[in-house]
């Protein structure tokens, strides 16, 4: 009976975590998700939200990083739960389940050569050119369903600046504070290309699987979690954490 009561009063006092979930994460999008040097967790600014989201719902979320293409199609076969970043769109909102409240929002970047003037673009500017996308990637349904636009997908978003220097594409879209960690590492690519403007802001989401029993449950633990962040003060932490680290260090 002493037992039972202490086990009562400790479990009271110290909730433990329910659950542990696997959540697949891109192995390469840093800032926002990019692998551990392991490669047995995925860090950066997505899986920090998804962690803590999920945390106060008394759930563990482990994060499996995974190239983004195949992160994507696990959670389509339900293999996975779930895979962080996808953009909601027409094509993405038939796939996968979605929460309501984005992650984070992030700037989709065009980028031009060095000698190109910085100047509002739309996506209708970029038809009849020829526009670096990454494989695998979400992309807006206004940009990636325009025929106009000739498309040119590449391997990493660091391909596409690449491509870009060597005048094999005129304009390369990237998103957020990939480009200018990109640009830091190879200075060879910095004197050669720029970010001409932001084109879109769009808000990324972890897409949960249609096919998984689970997914559906997760997405609205997700959805709550995120709620419940956001107004107890830890999203906003998060968030001055990131842009403290590196929007001061780009002087963004």
């Known amino acids: 009976m002493g037992f039972i009561v202490f086990t009562f009063v400790f479990l009271t006092l110290f909730p433990v975590l329910a659950k542990t979930i696997v959540i697949n994460g891109e192995d390469d999008w840093a800032p926002y998700a990019s692998a551990s040097k392991s490669y047995k967790d995925v860090e950066g600014l997505a899986p920090d939200i998804v962690k803590a989201a999920f945390l106060s719902q008394g759930i563990k979320a482990i994060t499996r990083p995974v190239p983004f293409a195949r992160c994507l199609h696990e959670v ?21 389940i979605f929460h309501a409240t984005p992650l984070f929002t992030v700037d989709m970047v065009i980028y031009g050569s060095a000698n ?10 970029l038809e009849g050119k020829t526009v670096g996308t990454t494989n695998g990637y979400t992309y807006p349904t206004e940009f990636i369903s325009n ?56 808000g990324l989401y972890l897409s949960f699987s249609k096919k998984h029993k689970e997914g559906a449950k997760y997405a609205a633990l997700l959805e709550k979690g995120l709620q419940k962040i956001m107004a107890n003060g830890t999203y906003a932490k998060i968030i001055d954490n990131f842009n403290n680290k590196y929007l001061k260090a780009f002087s963004l």
């Open 147 to 202: 025929k106009k636009i000739k498309h040119s997908p590449g391997p990493t978003e660091k391909s596409q600046l690449e491509k870009l220097a060597s005048g094999r594409i005129q304009y390369a879209i990237l998103w957020g504070l990939t480009g200018p960690l990109v640009l830091k590492e190879r200075p060879d690519l910095a004197g050669k290309v720029k970010p001409l403007g932001v084109i879109s802001s769009t």
């Open 116 to 125: 190109e003037p910085k100047r509002a673009l739309t996506f209708k500017d």
């Open 76 to 96: 389509e076969q339900g293999s996975a739960i779930g895979c962080f970043d996808t953009v909601m769109s027409s094509e993405t909102r038939d796939l996968y």
